[in-house]
């Protein structure tokens, strides 16, 4: 059973960084990623990286968040530096298995940018 686990997320003052952690079980996983979203607005991805190394990124966060994985762990981190007031939103992880090519949410953690 595929089970995806997040942790990090809190308030933090603009300006200010956060790291959020998702720790994936029960597959192999080819793409891990990052998804947002804000009150009234669609999921959008934040970031993603593939199990080949490929990274993608939001322009609204390039330069200021970094992706990474730990394959040997199953874990995806986004480091989130330089935060703004509209990074607020509920941050949720998303992985693709290598088999089936079936997708998976984790529960969601809040990440609040107060200005």
């Known amino acids: 059973q595929v089970q995806l686990v997040e942790s990090g997320g809190g308030l933090v003052q603009a300006g200010g960084s956060l790291r959020l952690s998702c720790a994936a079980s029960g597959s192999i996983f080819s793409t891990m990623a990052w998804y947002r979203q804000a009150p009234g607005k669609q999921r959008e991805l934040v970031a993603g990286k593939t199990n080949g190394g490929i990274t993608n990124y939001a322009n609204s966060v390039k330069g200021r968040f970094t992706i990474s994985r730990d394959n040997a762990k199953n874990t995806v981190y986004l480091q989130m530096n330089s935060l703004k007031p509209e990074d607020t939103g509920v941050y949720y992880c998303?992985?693709?298995?290598?088999?089936?090519?079936?997708?998976?949410w984790g529960q969601g953690t809040q990440v609040t940018v107060s200005s």
């Open positions: 998303y992985a693709l298995t290598v088999v089936l090519s079936q997708s998976y």
